[in-house]
T-cell receptor, first 117, second 112 residues
Framework: GAVVSQHPSWVICKSGTSVKIECRSL??????MFWYRQFPKQSLMLMAT?????????EQGVEKDKFLINHASLTLSTLTVTSAHPEDSSFYIC?????????????FGQGTRLTVV | GQQVMQIPQYQHVQEGEDFTTYCNSS?????IQWYKQRPGGHPVFLIQ?????EVKKQKRLTFQFGEAKKNSSLHITATQTTDVGTYFC????????????FGKGTMLLVSP
């Protein structure tokens, strides 16, 4: 089945540094990918929609200059958390939809647990 | 904007008991999807419901989509410890995935 790979699975960084998270669709092409943030025991909050070859669409309240998204190919989207601060510590997860036969299913990456110290 | 409410937020049952989580949308949906997220894991697609009044079953899991396409439920019969996790519903307004809104999820804990 379709697999979405996300890397790294966890990262600890110092406050003020930047962290890049990669999301790859391994056996299908994804013109669109989605980035979510999930705080402990809470739901998935959509941060932005990543579009291959064009600018990402950010949800209200998400700073586009802080959360840089690049979707350079049909199988790779990256999220860079710039100048990270402790409040950015969270679980970041990407998903890529794959449709066919009237069904569109979201495949999620394994998630990245970011801890900013 | 569209809101998807899910209740309960948390439920603790004894193994063998039944469990139900409910999902309600403020707007009519084109389809609804259900996902399961195990502790420490990522959400995994369970099923999609498209038709008004649709009922689908997966072994002990029964999924329903309301007649008005604004509510849905997931019922687990005779829970097992392997059912532990958070169950999310996600409602879609349009076709495809681009307008999917997730509910807050129901965390299920099953005691042996």
């Amino acid at each position: 089945g379709a697999v979405v790979s996300q890397h790294p699975s966890w990262v600890i960084c110092k406050s003020g540094t930047s962290v890049k998270i990669e999301c790859r669709s391994l056996d299908f092409q994804a013109t669109t990918m989605f980035w979510y943030r999930q705080f402990p025991k809470q739901s998935l909050m959509l941060m932005a929609t990543s579009n291959e070859g064009s600018k990402a669409t950010y949800e209200q309240g998400v700073e586009k200059d802080k959360f840089l998204i690049n979707h350079a190919s049909l199988t790779l989207s990256t999220l860079t958390v710039t100048s990270a601060h402790p409040e950015d510590s969270s679980f970041y997860i990407c998903s890529a939809p794959r449709g066919g036969g009237g069904l569109t299913e979201a495949f999620f990456g394994q998630g990245t647990r970011l801890t900013v110290v | 904007g569209q809101q998807v409410m899910q209740i309960p937020q948390y439920q603790h049952v004894q193994e063998g008991e039944d469990f139900t989580t409910y999902c309600n949308s403020s707007t009519t949906l084109s389809n609804i999807q259900w996902y399961k997220q195990r502790p420490g894991g990522h959400p995994v697609f369970l099923i999609q419901l498209v038709k008004s009044g649709e009922v689908k079953k997966q072994k002990r899991l029964t999924f329903q989509f309301g007649e008005a396409k604004k509510n849905s439920s997931l019922h687990i019969t005779a829970t097992q410890t392997t059912d532990v996790g958070t169950y999310f519903c996600a409602g879609a307004l349009g076709s495809g995935y681009s307008t999917l809104t997730f509910g807050k999820g129901t965390m299920l804990l099953v005691s042996p």
